[in-house]
């Protein structure tokens, strides 16, 4: 019958977790990032290759890179975790994160004319309502009694 190896001590063990940090890269460069052992985004720095991206590159990027961090984070945890057993909730989600796969980018090229881009000026479309009629002191206010208004 094999040894279980020896439990770690619970303040070394706490203190490599809260240490953990992954940092990822896009293939390109544009994106690097960090997290933490949780996954939670520590560090992100974008470089000037963003310009010549669209919103949507960039989005997909920057998600990319997200989840490889995230993994990366995943399996480190997952090691230090793992002489205390496989099983178990915290077990199953980082196993969970290590096979997440996002969904692919929405096919938007960049030539291609996007509408939703595109910020305009519409105040001058619709003429504002008037303002709701209501009381125009504070006695006529109160005198109203109480208000069974939704926002109350």
Sequence with gaps: MTEQPPKPDRETLLGELAALSATATSADGAVSLSVNTDGVLTRLR????????????????VLRTYVEAQRDSAKRTGQLLAPLGSGGYLMD?????VQFEPAPPPAVTRHEERTDAVLKD???????AAPPPGPTADDDFYR???????AW
Excluded: H, K
């Design 93 to 97: 989600r980082l196993r969970w994160r």
């Design 144 to 150: 109203q009694g109480p208000r069974m208004d939704q």
């Design 122 to 128: 519409r105040s001058e479309d619709v003429t504002p």
């Design 46 to 61: 974008l470089t000037d290759a963003v310009s010549r991206m669209s919103p949507d590159e960039i989005a997909d990027a």
